[in-house]
């Protein structure tokens, strides 16, 4: 094992921990750990662009961004949060714009803006032209420059190396931790995936950065390296995971891949029709139609394909028609996304419409966090040095569902957030002891997956994982399609007990990382089915048939998911007993399966659930209409 | 379903069961305009030598009996007039330096090893030096009308 | 689902004639594997067939053999969509990258040939060392320079400003560009068209004033004058990059300064 020691350790080098980087390497010693090359995160297929009150091409201010982001989450949005978010949308920009970012442009040479689903003027009264953006690849050139300053800050990477273990000071889980304890964190434990060797990298401050966690689900525009790797390692060691049944459906994937198709089509005037050629979008929102939030496009256009009214011999998918754009303007706007059109389905846009369908796509959820990015332990207490920042943090920005463009967004404000709060929290604090052997919990699960000769494949446990949440936990929700859900997990996670991999390999063994990833999955699929279940409402990314409408008395409040051991009540319980009591039925009846899997954190575990409130400022719950 | 076939030799592998990579870059900094001018001088070179090239056809080749006339008498009665001597020096001198060049590239862009690339470095300057010197000698050494040969195949201005 | 596929009946294999179902058909990929740790130091050919579906691409066929058939066949993929840059590999002796290339384009009745990409060192499978590539590029100073005051709001740039240097901004640093030049092949000395090309990407942004050091780095003896032109990487990029035109703007940018 070898041993390093840095002021401030990111996890993940996407838009978010590079953003952090940034600014952390100017002020104090880092090293940016990432399980992949920079340049390949999942930031760089972000394609419409990132939102802010710039005003260049049309009236507009933070305000409104504030309450579009408010709404649009179904006012699940934390509004200190959200407000913090909009007013440095516009710093966030033309920071990136001054790192080199080569936005398009205006005729008088000012960041070009355009429309994007959910952002309006004045409070809903029209599309507002809000979304910077650089053709249909964005989330590439924000990568890409912000890869680029660290090339030129010298920023330490180290590349292919994954996370496999954070160290805490006090056992969450299983301990006994009261409220007001002083937990902090003292580094992380690291797998070199070139080599197979364990490095312990200790570090006063911690920045989570890992992404989201799209492949518990089949169809998913997400990349195959997004397993939740970091909200896992989080929940595993007894923080708790915010909101995470609220997972958004991109209304426009590729039908039957999954591939994104940006919302920008819809921003720059491509039009959705069922199988019947009708625009179908005006009759579930009539003022802004097409550009209705994700939630509300994703569920009106499932509910055509639901109702008999899709596209496709099979009538299974809508058609994204963008024949009556011009050929150039297409060009020049929408150049990768017609590609992918033509690659992958072999459809010219030009003249033919692409078959759509929704794709999983963001998780609003994630490890909780204040304003400063502070990871939350409870609904009060910190884990001193922890921090977190974009897609696997809940701050929380996006609510019940997270607007377009606001994912860009999050990662470059609160990325630096993260950054600066992570530099100034080592430059005061002292170290903290790791463990003694902390390597060995990590160690273990390695060896013990490595050394089992026979068993399940890697691959059929997680097809199946993928396909009973597609089935059961997608964009439609019953209390019985998610008991479902929630026995196949549970099943699943019995059998991920007796996978073995094929490769016993040391270098480069990625078969050995699949397995582990899949643990993770596994977790994440259990919280997200967990709290899906308890919520009986529909708000938002979660649509449960049984409760159709939103529930402000009784939901107006944050899930937060802790892993505790069975009969444990979690911090703060639920306040409903009905839907405490649905839970209960179904998590804890009869044969006690054992939660989640991975042994860095063995033993029998169970989810427990309680609520965090949600900080309202300035707007109160509406009906959410448009 | 699997088949395994004839083992291949592994790409750069260095011997020995370590997986340390072997190609590093070891490349000094060797700026400058060098390589530029010797770019250019490729393409200058080229179109100029097209001209002189093709001129230098024409006139051995087409104009007057065409190939018939070529014989000794012709090429001394060229090498007597400075402008063709001008022309043959210049053709000589941008052929050689335009294709030495050319195979240098190549040498460098095809031999792998830094011994190799040195040994047919050395015989292609060797080659260079022995061609152009050689060359460049006969054009102004060049005596038109030799003693004690037959008239006929001299020059007409040969006064024997 | 697209008329191609419906129109392929000779390659279904699948009894299924369900209105809109997928064709299935047979491919078998012969793949160069490097496994050091159990093989020994040679590299050797493998031969999987798998079954796969009218929309699948290369990567979809890579991940049945590693999933279903073997699992220690190691290679490096993300995104799955051409846009992270993972997967470039040499595919039937042109690099590719595995999510861009559709199987049903590849004639399944021969054997598909998947190497390694050419001219970084192999440590595994398909997977190569890729720090000399980066180094390339870090060299060329991929960021912007400008010096002064940062104005209070955005640099002003002209759309026709931002268009000039647009189709180099492109590159994913996927190195199917690099890897597939000659001259690279020999020593992996030369920079390469990705470094050349993110060079570029700057030496034209009208904001950058980092041009002639940029020019002067790249007038070294292994820079842009080590290009043949061969129009390899322009045909590799998975991006459609004018690669070599791209260098031969270098060029005569280099040119124009020194005269």
Same mark, same amino acid.
């Given at each position: 094992?070898?041993?390093?020691?840095?002021? /401030?350790?990111?996890?993940?080098?996407?838009?978010?921990?590079?953003?952090?980087?940034?600014?952390?390497?100017?002020?104090?010693?880092?090293?940016?750990?990432?399980?992949?090359?920079?340049?390949?995160?999942?930031?760089?297929?972000?394609?419409?662009?990132?939102?802010?009150?710039?005003?260049?091409?049309?009236?507009?201010?933070?305000?409104?961004?504030?309450?579009?982001?408010?709404?649009?989450?179904?006012?699940?949005?934390?509004?200190?949060?959200?407000?913090?978010?909009?007013?440095?949308?516009?710093?966030?920009?033309?920071?990136?714009?001054?790192?080199?970012?080569?936005?398009?442009?205006?005729?008088?040479?000012?960041?070009?803006?355009?429309?994007?689903?959910?952002?309006?003027?004045?409070?809903?009264?029209?599309?507002?032209?809000?979304?910077?953006?650089?053709?249909?690849?964005?989330?590439?050139?924000? &990568?890409?420059?912000?890869?680029?300053?660290?090339?030129?800050?010298?920023?330490?990477?180290?590349?292919?190396?994954?996370?496999?273990?954070?160290?805490?000071?006090?056992?969450?889980?299983?301990?006994?931790?009261?409220?007001?304890? $002083?937990?902090?964190?003292?580094?992380?434990?690291?797998?070199? &995936?070139?080599?197979?060797?364990?490095?312990?990298?200790?570090?006063?401050?911690?920045?989570?950065?890992?992404?989201?966690?799209?492949?518990?689900?089949?169809?998913?525009?997400?990349?195959?390296?997004?397993?939740?790797?970091?909200?896992?390692?989080?929940?595993?060691?007894?923080?708790?995971?915010?909101?995470?049944?609220?997972?958004?459906?991109?209304?426009?994937?590729?039908?039957?891949?999954?591939?994104?198709?940006?919302?920008?089509?819809?921003?720059?005037?491509?039009?959705?029709?069922?199988?019947?050629?009708?625009?179908?979008?005006?009759?579930?929102?009539?003022?802004?139609?097409?550009?209705?939030?994700?939630?509300?496009?994703?569920?009106?256009?499932?509910?055509?394909?639901?109702?008999?009214?899709?596209?496709?011999?099979?009538? $299974?998918?809508?058609?994204?028609?963008?024949?009556?754009?011009?050929?150039?303007?297409? $060009?020049?706007?929408?150049?990768?996304?017609?590609?992918?059109?033509?690659?992958?389905?072999?459809?010219?846009?030009?003249?033919?419409?692409?078959?759509?369908?929704?794709?999983?796509?963001?998780?609003?959820?994630?490890?909780?966090?204040?304003?400063?990015?502070?990871?939350?332990?409870?609904?009060?207490?910190?884990?001193?040095?922890?921090?977190?920042?974009?897609?696997?943090?809940?701050?929380?920005?996006?609510?019940?569902?997270?607007?377009?463009?606001?994912?860009?967004?999050?990662?470059?404000?609160?990325?630096?957030?993260?950054?600066?709060?992570?530099?100034?929290?080592?430059?005061?604090?002292?170290?903290?002891?790791?463990?003694?052997?902390?390597?060995?919990?990590?160690?273990?699960?390695?060896?013990?997956?490595?050394?089992?000769?026979?068993?399940?494949?890697?691959?059929?446990?997680?097809?199946?994982?993928?396909?009973?949440?597609?089935?059961?936990?997608?964009?439609?929700?019953?209390?019985?399609?998610?008991?479902?859900?929630?026995?196949?997990?549970?099943?699943?996670?019995?059998?991920?007990?007796?996978?073995?991999?094929?490769?016993?390999?040391?270098?480069?063994?990625?078969?050995?990382?699949?397995?582990?990833?899949?643990?993770?999955?596994?977790?994440?699929?259990?919280?997200?089915?967990?709290?899906?279940?308890?919520?009986?409402?529909?708000?938002?990314?979660?649509?449960?048939?049984?409760?159709?409408?939103?529930?402000?008395?009784?939901?107006?409040?944050?899930?937060?998911?802790?892993?505790?051991?069975?009969?444990?009540?979690?911090?703060?319980?639920?306040?409903?007993?009905?839907?405490?009591?649905?839970?209960?039925?179904?998590?804890?009846?009869?044969?006690?399966?054992?939660?989640?899997?991975?042994?860095?954190?063995?033993?029998?575990?169970? /989810?427990?659930?309680?609520?965090?409130?949600?900080?309202?400022?300035?707007?109160?719950?509406?009906?959410?209409?448009? | 379903?699997?088949?395994?076939?004839?083992?291949?030799?592994?790409?750069?592998?260095?011997?020995?069961?370590?997986?340390?990579?072997?190609?590093?870059?070891?490349?000094?900094?060797?700026?400058?305009?060098?390589?530029?001018?010797?770019?250019?001088?490729?393409?200058?070179?080229?179109?100029?030598?097209?001209?002189?090239?093709?001129?230098?056809?024409?006139?051995?080749?087409?104009?007057?009996?065409?190939?018939?006339?070529?014989?000794?008498?012709?090429?001394?009665?060229?090498?007597?007039?400075?402008?063709?001597?001008?022309?043959?020096?210049?053709?000589?001198?941008?052929?050689?330096?335009?294709?030495?060049?050319?195979?240098?590239?190549?040498?460098?862009?095809?031999?792998?090893?830094?011994?190799?690339?040195?040994?047919?470095?050395?015989?292609?300057?060797?080659?260079?030096?022995?061609?152009?010197?050689?060359?460049?000698?006969?054009?102004?050494?060049?005596?038109?009308?030799?003693?004690?040969?037959?008239?006929?195949?001299?020059?007409?201005?040969?006064?024997? | 689902?697209?008329?191609?596929?419906?129109?392929?009946?000779? %390659?279904?294999?699948?009894?299924?004639?369900?209105?809109?179902?997928?064709?299935?058909? @047979?491919?078998? =990929?012969?793949?160069?594997?490097?496994?050091?740790? %159990?093989?020994?130091?040679?590299?050797?050919?493998?031969?999987?067939?798998?079954?796969?579906?009218?929309?699948?691409?290369?990567?979809?066929?890579?991940? *049945?053999?590693?999933?279903? =058939?073997?699992?220690?066949?190691? #290679?490096?993929?993300?995104?799955?969509?051409?846009?992270?840059?993972? @997967?470039?590999?040499?595919?039937?002796?042109?690099?590719?990258?595995?999510?861009?290339?559709?199987?049903?384009?590849?004639?399944?009745?021969?054997?598909?040939?998947?190497?390694?990409?050419?001219?970084?060192?192999?440590?595994?499978? =398909?997977?190569?060392?890729?720090?000399?590539? #980066?180094?390339?590029?870090?060299?060329?100073?991929?960021? =912007?320079?400008?010096?002064?005051?940062?104005?209070?709001?955005?640099?002003?740039?002209?759309?026709?400003?931002?268009?000039?240097?647009?189709? %180099?901004?492109?590159?994913?640093?996927?190195?199917?560009?690099?890897?597939?030049?000659?001259? #690279?092949?020999?020593?992996?000395?030369?920079?390469?068209?990705?470094?050349?090309?993110?060079?570029?990407?700057?030496?034209?942004?009208?904001?950058?004033?980092?041009?002639?050091?940029?020019?002067?780095?790249?007038?070294? *003896?292994?820079?842009?004058?080590?290009?043949? %032109?061969?129009?390899?990487?322009?045909?590799?990029?998975?991006?459609?990059?004018?690669?070599?035109?791209?260098?031969?703007?270098?060029?005569?940018?280099?040119?124009?300064?020194? #005269?």
């Amino acid at each position: 094992m070898q041993t390093h020691q840095y002021d /401030v350790v990111i996890v993940g080098a996407g838009g978010a921990g590079m953003r952090a980087a940034l600014e952390s390497s100017d002020r104090a010693r880092t090293a940016v750990i990432s399980k992949l090359y920079p340049t390949r995160s999942h930031t760089g297929a972000a394609q419409g662009g990132m939102c802010a009150a710039l005003a260049n091409v049309e009236e507009d201010n933070w305000e409104w961004h504030t309450f579009d982001t408010v709404k649009g989450g179904d006012y699940l949005v934390d509004q200190d949060a959200a407000e913090v978010m909009a007013k440095e949308a516009i710093d966030a920009v033309l920071d990136l714009e001054k790192m080199g970012l080569p936005f398009n442009r205006t005729p008088e040479g000012r960041i070009d803006q355009r429309r994007f689903g959910g952002h309006t003027r004045n409070h809903g009264e029209a599309a507002v032209r809000r979304s910077c953006y650089a053709a249909d690849r964005t989330g590439h050139m924000i &990568l890409q420059t912000l890869y680029q300053q660290c090339v030129k800050n010298d920023v330490e990477f180290f590349n292919e190396f994954y996370v496999l273990d954070i160290l805490l000071s006090h056992d969450l889980v299983g301990g006994a931790v009261s409220d007001g304890d $002083d937990v902090a964190v003292s580094g992380v434990v690291a797998y070199e &995936l070139a080599t197979g060797e364990i490095h312990l990298f200790r570090a006063k401050s911690v920045v989570l950065a890992t992404g989201g966690a799209g492949k518990i689900y089949k169809t998913t525009s997400n990349a195959h390296t997004l397993t939740g790797d970091g909200m896992a390692l989080a929940y595993r060691r007894g923080i708790p995971l915010e909101d995470m049944e609220f997972f958004q459906f991109h209304p426009t994937g590729l039908a039957g891949l999954g591939i994104l198709l940006s919302e920008a089509a819809r921003g720059e005037g491509g039009i959705l029709r069922n199988g019947e050629g009708e625009r179908f979008m005006e009759r579930y929102a009539p003022t802004i139609k097409d550009l209705a939030p994700r939630d509300i496009v994703a569920r009106s256009m499932a509910n055509e394909v639901r109702e008999g009214r899709g596209a496709g011999p099979n009538k $299974d998918y809508v058609l994204l028609d963008l024949t009556h754009l011009e050929p150039a303007h297409i $060009d020049a706007k929408l150049p990768d996304i017609t590609e992918f059109a033509r690659t992958y389905l072999g459809i010219e846009p030009y003249t033919e419409p692409v078959p759509v369908y929704p794709t999983a796509h963001y998780a609003m959820g994630g490890v909780p966090t204040n304003i400063e990015t502070a990871v939350l332990r409870n609904n009060t207490d910190f884990v001193r040095g922890l921090f977190a920042a974009g897609e696997v943090a809940c701050v929380s920005v996006h609510g019940s569902n997270r607007l377009g463009t606001n994912s860009l967004l999050d990662i470059n404000v609160f990325g630096k957030r993260a950054g600066l709060a992570a530099a100034a929290y080592a430059a005061t604090a002292d170290w903290v002891d790791v463990p003694e052997d902390p390597e060995t919990g990590v160690v273990a699960e390695l060896e013990e997956m490595r050394a089992r000769a026979v068993g399940d494949r890697v691959a059929d446990v997680r097809r199946d994982l993928q396909q009973t949440m597609d089935a059961n936990a997608q964009v439609f929700r019953t209390e019985e399609s998610l008991i479902q859900a929630l026995k196949d997990v549970r099943e699943l996670q019995a059998r991920y007990r007796n996978v073995s991999v094929q490769d016993k390999g040391r270098a480069y063994n990625t078969d050995l990382l699949e397995a582990l990833e899949l643990g993770f999955l596994l977790d994440i699929a259990e919280v997200v089915v967990v709290g899906a279940l308890n919520r009986q409402e529909s708000r938002g990314g979660h649509f449960r048939e049984d409760f159709p409408a939103r529930d402000d008395a009784a939901y107006m409040q944050h899930t937060m998911a802790y892993r505790r051991p069975p009969g444990t009540a979690a911090p703060s319980s639920p306040v409903s007993s009905d839907a405490a009591a649905a839970v209960a039925a179904t998590t804890r009846s009869g044969d006690l399966t054992p939660g989640g899997p991975g042994s860095s954190a063995p033993g029998t575990y169970d /989810v427990a659930l309680g609520y965090k409130p949600v900080v309202v400022t300035r707007y109160q719950p509406m009906e959410r209409k448009y | 379903m699997t088949t395994t076939s004839t083992p291949i030799p592994a790409p750069r592998s260095s011997g020995g069961p370590t997986i340390v990579p072997t190609v590093s870059r070891n490349r000094r900094t060797t700026r400058g305009n060098t390589e530029l001018y010797g770019w250019l001088f490729m393409r200058v070179s080229g179109v100029v030598l097209v001209a002189l090239i093709f001129g230098h056809l024409f006139v051995n080749l087409v104009q007057g009996e065409g190939i018939n006339a070529i014989d000794f008498g012709f090429v001394a009665g060229k090498w007597s007039s400075p402008f063709w001597q001008t022309w043959d020096l210049l053709m000589l001198w941008l052929a050689m330096i335009h294709g030495t060049n050319g195979v240098r590239t190549i040498i460098n862009d095809y031999a792998e090893r830094d011994g190799t690339r040195m040994v047919l470095k050395l015989a292609l300057y060797t080659a260079f030096v022995v061609v152009v010197v050689l060359g460049t000698l006969v054009i102004f050494t060049f005596d038109p009308c030799p003693a004690n040969s037959p008239a006929d195949l001299l020059p007409s201005f040969c006064t024997a | 689902m697209t008329t191609q596929l419906d129109d392929s009946p000779g %390659t279904s294999s699948t009894p299924d004639t369900k209105v809109g179902a997928i064709p299935s058909f @047979d491919v078998t =990929l012969k793949i160069r594997r490097y496994t050091p740790e %159990t093989h020994g130091d040679e590299a050797y050919w493998q031969e999987f067939t798998v079954t796969v579906h009218g929309t699948d691409r290369l990567l979809d066929a890579l991940h *049945k053999v590693k999933w279903d =058939l073997d699992g220690s066949l190691t #290679f490096r993929r993300s995104c799955a969509h051409g846009v992270c840059g993972s @997967d470039a590999m040499r595919i039937n002796g042109r690099n590719r990258l595995a999510c861009k290339t559709l199987l049903k384009d590849l004639n399944p009745s021969k054997p598909i040939t998947v190497e390694p990409i050419k001219g970084l060192p192999v440590i595994k499978d =398909l997977v190569v060392d890729m720090e000399p590539f #980066f180094a390339s590029y870090r060299e060329i100073m991929p960021f =912007l320079i400008t010096t002064g005051n940062e104005p209070t709001k955005e640099r002003l740039q002209s759309a026709a400003e931002r268009e000039r240097f647009d189709d %180099t901004t492109k590159c994913i640093l996927c190195a199917a560009c690099t890897s597939s030049c000659p001259v #690279f092949w020999t020593d992996g000395q030369y920079f390469g068209p990705a470094a050349i090309v993110n060079a570029h990407r700057f030496i034209f942004d009208s904001r950058d004033e980092g041009g002639t050091q940029r020019l002067e780095i790249l007038n070294d *003896k292994e820079g842009v004058w080590r290009c043949r %032109t061969t129009f390899n990487c322009t045909e590799a990029c998975p991006r459609g990059i004018e690669v070599t035109k791209a260098i031969k703007e270098v060029k005569r940018a280099m040119i124009t300064r020194a #005269f």
